[in-house]
C-alpha cells in the first residue's frame, strides 16, 4: 500500500502576474488531500474519491490496457484519465497492466472552497508515478505551478518563474499580527483560466506592475505592523485593479469595512483575506459570509 498526501494554498500576492514572472507569496494551507493506492489483482484502476465527510462524490474503472484510449462523457473521469495519461508518458512504466490498482482520494476540505483540489491530486498522482509534478501539471493543463509548490512544501513560500522554470524559496511569514487576519469564503467558485485569459488580453502595463508587485511581496513579507500591511494590501489591490480592469473587492462588496480586504489568486472567487480586528467574524456573517477562517487555522504551523 502507499499514501500520499500534498497541501492545499493560497496565493497571498502576486495573482495573475505570477504567471509573468513577479515575485509572488504563497502559503500551505492545513487543508490537503490525500491519495492511498493498494494493488488489485483486477487488471484495472478502480478509482474513488471522497471529501471531506468520507462520502464518494466521484467513482470510475479505467482499463490499463490503453489509457489514452479510455473513452467517456464525464468530465471528471476526463480530466483524471488526462492526467494519468501524462503521467505515464513521463514515466512509461508507471501504471503497466501486469497488475490492478485501487486508488482512493481524500479531500482534506469542501470541493468549492478553492485550495487546490486539483494541485493537491496533481502533486500526488506524480508522486504515486515518480515524475516531476510541475511537468506534469504543465503537460495536463497550464497555470503558473506555485499551488504544486505549496503541495510540497510545508512552509510559506516566494514563488517567481524565471525562464519558465519555478523558483521556490522558503520564508517565515508569519505576521506579529496575525491573530487579525482572516480567510472568508465567498462561496462564488471561480474558474481561473478564465480569469488568467482575461488577464492575457489585457493591454495593461505588465512590466511596470510585475516589478510592482515583486517590491509588495518583498515588503508585505517582512512587515510587521499592522496598519502598513494594510496599506500594502490597498497597494497591490489597486495594481491588479487596473491591469484586469476589475473594482477591487472591497470597493465592491465591503465598502463599509474598516480594515483591509484583498482577493486572493483569481479575482471574484474562492478565498478573499481580510485584515481588522476582532469584530471580523461578526462583520461578514452579518453579510452573509459564514465561512470566516483565522490565519491560525488555515496556514500550516512551521
Not at 502576474?17 to 492511498?36: C, E, M, R, Y
Not at 485584515?275 to 453579510?287: L, M, S
Amino acid at each position: 500500500m502507499h499514501h500520499f498526501c500534498s497541501n492545499g494554498k493560497l496565493l497571498i500576492t502576486g495573482e495573475y502576474l505570477i504567471l509573468d514572472g513577479a515575485l509572488s507569496l504563497a502559503v500551505p494551507t492545513k487543508f490537503g488531500q490525500s491519495l492511498t493506492v493498494k494493488a488489485s489483482s483486477k487488471k484495472e484502476l478502480i478509482w474513488k474519491s471522497l471529501d471531506e465527510n468520507g462520502e464518494a462524490w466521484f467513482e470510475t474503472q479505467i482499463s490499463l490496457q490503453n489509457i489514452n484510449q479510455c473513452s467517456t462523457n464525464d468530465a471528471t473521469a476526463k480530466t483524471l484519465v488526462k492526467i494519468l495519461a501524462e503521467a505515464q508518458k513521463l514515466n512509461p512504466t508507471f501504471l503497466k497492466p501486469d497488475t490492478g490498482f485501487l486508488a482512493e482520494t481524500k479531500l482534506g476540505f469542501p470541493r468549492n472552497w478553492g485550495l487546490g483540489s486539483s494541485s493537491t491530486l496533481i502533486n500526488n498522482i506524480a508522486q504515486w508515478a515518480n515524475v516531476d509534478a510541475f511537468k506534469l501539471l504543465w503537460n495536463s493543463f497550464s497555470g503558473s505551478g506555485y499551488d504544486i509548490a505549496c503541495a510540497q512544501h510545508n512552509k510559506p513560500i516566494l514563488y517567481q518563474l524565471k525562464n519558465k522554470k519555478p523558483q521556490v524559496q522558503e520564508v517565515n511569514f508569519s505576521p506579529p499580527f496575525k491573530e487579525s487576519i482572516f480567510f472568508i469564503h465567498l462561496n462564488q467558485k471561480q474558474d481561473s483560466r478564465e480569469g488568467i485569459s482575461a488577464y492575457k488580453n489585457s493591454t495593461g502595463n505588465k512590466q511596470k506592475a510585475i516589478s510592482k508587485v515583486s517590491e509588495l511581496t518583498q515588503n508585505m513579507l517582512a512587515c510587521t505592523q499592522k496598519g502598513t500591511f494594510t496599506s500594502l494590501i490597498e497597494q497591490h489591490e489597486m495594481l491588479i485593479s487596473e491591469i484586469i480592469g476589475l473594482k477591487p473587492v472591497k470597493q465592491s462588496l465591503f465598502p463599509d469595512f474598516s480594515g483591509g480586504i484583498k482577493s486572493l489568486g483569481a479575482w471574484g472567487g474562492d478565498f478573499i483575506m481580510a485584515v481588522g480586528d476582532e469584530n471580523i467574524p461578526a462583520y461578514f456573517n452579518k453579510k452573509g459570509y459564514h465561512t470566516v477562517i483565522p490565519y491560525i487555522d488555515m496556514v500550516l504551523p512551521f
